[in-house]
């Protein structure tokens, strides 16, 4: 079992729904990251937070650092919004980044 | 937009030949990763250095040997491999070696044949 899970491996949404992704740990942790990677393989940190809420855009990522627990939510779905997740954790003994599996979301138009 | 550049893009090579992988980041920082991304696997950390001297070598086969000869500069070079190194391998930098927003490059998707 992965220290960090990701929940939906792959999500299928309509332009302009609300999208939830959701990341759980099972580690000590002292910072979480979201990341997006297109396809082609570029990666680009979302966001980085060790509580609470962010906010960028059309992005809002929250942690709860008692259950363990961090979503990503999209509003307003677009087509270029689809992509790999990635939840990230510095966790664990050493302290590096664990990286879940990611999550693939397709928005159709 | 990244300020870190990987070169190859792409990279195909047999078991016998030796190659090697280059990063340059350009955004002044004193930390470089090397990552693996494999199918249906999450990324791998593979080696970390910071201010040139290598923190981390994650059990990384030696036929992997990493070099970083700057803070800007870090290659990856690659000799008898196997068809299970065929992944995507990616290049990181940040700040310091700690709790900071790392910058990838766009990776070098490598073959193995």
């Known amino acids: 079992k992965n220290e960090v899970e990701q929940s939906p491996q792959n999500l299928t949404a309509q332009e302009g729904e609300f999208i939830t992704i959701n990341c759980s740990y099972s580690?000590?942790?002292?910072?979480l990251h979201w990341l997006q990677q297109h396809p082609g393989g570029g990666i680009v940190s979302l966001f980085m937070l060790s509580s609470g809420k962010k906010k960028h855009g059309r992005l809002i990522a929250t942690i709860n650092i008692q259950e363990k627990h961090s979503s990503l939510h999209i509003t307003a779905s677009h087509p270029r919004d689809s992509a790999v997740y990635i939840c990230?954790?510095?966790?664990?003994?050493?302290?590096?980044?664990?990286f879940g599996t990611g999550t693939l979301l397709a928005v159709q138009p | 937009e990244t300020g870190v550049t990987q070169t190859p893009r792409h990279l195909v090579m047999g078991m016998t030949n030796k190659k090697s992988l280059k990063c340059e980041q350009h955004?002044?920082?004193?930390?470089m990763y090397w990552y693996k991304q494999s199918a249906k696997k999450p990324l791998e950390l593979m080696f970390v250095y910071n201010f040139k001297e290598q923190t981390e070598n994650n059990s990384v086969p030696s036929r992997f040997s990493p070099e970083c000869p700057n803070s800007s500069h870090l290659f990856l070079h690659l000799h008898t491999l196997q068809p299970e190194d065929s992944a995507l391998y990616l290049c990181?930098?940040?700040?310091?070696?700690?709790?900071?927003?790392?910058?990838f490059g766009p990776g070098t998707r490598l073959t193995v044949l």
């Open positions: 990181a930098s940040s700040q310091e070696e700690a709790v900071r927003t790392q910058y």
């Open positions: 955004l002044g920082h004193n930390a």
């Open positions: 580690v000590g942790i002292s910072a």
């Open positions: 990230a954790v510095y966790g664990g003994a050493t302290n590096k980044l664990i």
